[in-house]
């Protein structure tokens, strides 16, 4: 017997594809399936991000302090009348288990308020100069109430909390380390309910008006003061959820509060309870300053 070795054929080895050819299919089929992956998250998030336990959502809040303590006196007051209006208004509220809420205040002009994660919510100076009674306040501050009982801002940030929560299942510092992310890029703060969101805050807001105060003048005292606003360009550091941003017509939210006064036999109108005398100073100090 003759051993030899014979030469392999010619082209055994050789491919009739393109090398770059495949890769680019291959990359294409990976991104392509990645989208579709953030995509149905996304598409989910918004279901799953306020049905998750609330314990995990205030872990994850617990790295964002987007009101920091107040430090003169007065402002302190301010922070003080704004809580305890809170927790009356949300005794009649059914909120989260474990949810308790903090107010936050901060002396910049805007006329702004809003909701955020972990039952907090944040008022600035400039919308307290503008109210005239405590009932006004109370609407502006149950409307934000109302939010955090549904779990607005959950839902609205949408794919990026509903995955920082999961992960802070697994360890809270995780679940901030995401959350981070989303705050370092501005995400926080930007919430933008849709409106649907504000008209099931509006209708739970007057229930709470109407239940407090005997009758719901103050959300058109409120609605009033803003339809004198006039348009302004929004701070670039002021977050860009504005209370009227995205929200039905002031118009129209008016006509709503008559209709549903008319519906729940409800008072339109009634005697109006003042300020609070730190919350008041402010609007005086304005009145003089004009």
Not at 144 to 155: D, F, S, V
Not at 215 to 234: E, Q, S, T
Request: aromatic fraction near 6%.
């Amino acid at each position: 017997m003759r051993l030899e070795n014979r030469r392999p054929a010619e082209g055994i080895n050789a491919s009739h594809e393109n090398p770059l050819k495949e890769f680019a299919w291959l990359a294409a089929g990976s991104v392509a399936l990645l989208v579709a992956v953030v995509a149905a998250l996304a598409f989910a998030a918004e279901w799953l991000a306020p049905r998750l336990p609330y314990r995990y959502e205030a872990r994850l809040a617990e790295g964002f302090d987007l009101a920091p303590a107040p430090k003169s006196d007065a402002a302190r007051r301010v922070q003080a009348e704004l809580q305890a209006l809170a927790d009356r208004l949300a005794a009649r509220m059914a909120l989260p288990p474990g949810m308790q809420v903090r107010v936050g205040y901060r002396e910049e002009g805007i006329v702004n308020a809003y909701a955020t994660l972990g039952g907090r919510t944040v008022f600035f100076r400039g919308l307290l100069a503008k109210l005239d009674s405590e009932d006004a306040l109370a609407m502006v501050m149950a409307h934000e109430l109302a939010h955090l009982k549904h779990r607005h801002p959950a839902a609205a940030l949408g794919r990026g909390v509903a995955v920082g929560i999961v992960l802070s299942m697994i360890s809270a510092d995780l679940g901030r380390g995401a959350a981070g992310a989303l705050g370092h890029a501005g995400l926080v703060t930007l919430f933008r309910f849709n409106r649907e969101q504000e008209r099931a805050a509006d209708e739970e807001a007057l229930r709470v008006l109407a239940a407090e105060y005997g009758h719901v003048g103050g959300a058109i005292d409120l609605f009033d003061a803003f339809a004198r606003l006039p348009a302004a360009p929004r701070e670039e550091n002021i977050p860009a959820i504005e209370f009227l941003r995205t929200h039905p017509l002031t118009a129209n939210r008016i006509a709503a509060v008559g209709e549903w006064a008319k519906h729940n036999g409800a008072a339109l109108d009634g005697a109006r309870r003042p300020l609070p005398p730190a919350i008041a100073a402010i609007r005086t100090r304005g009145e003089r300053a004009s």
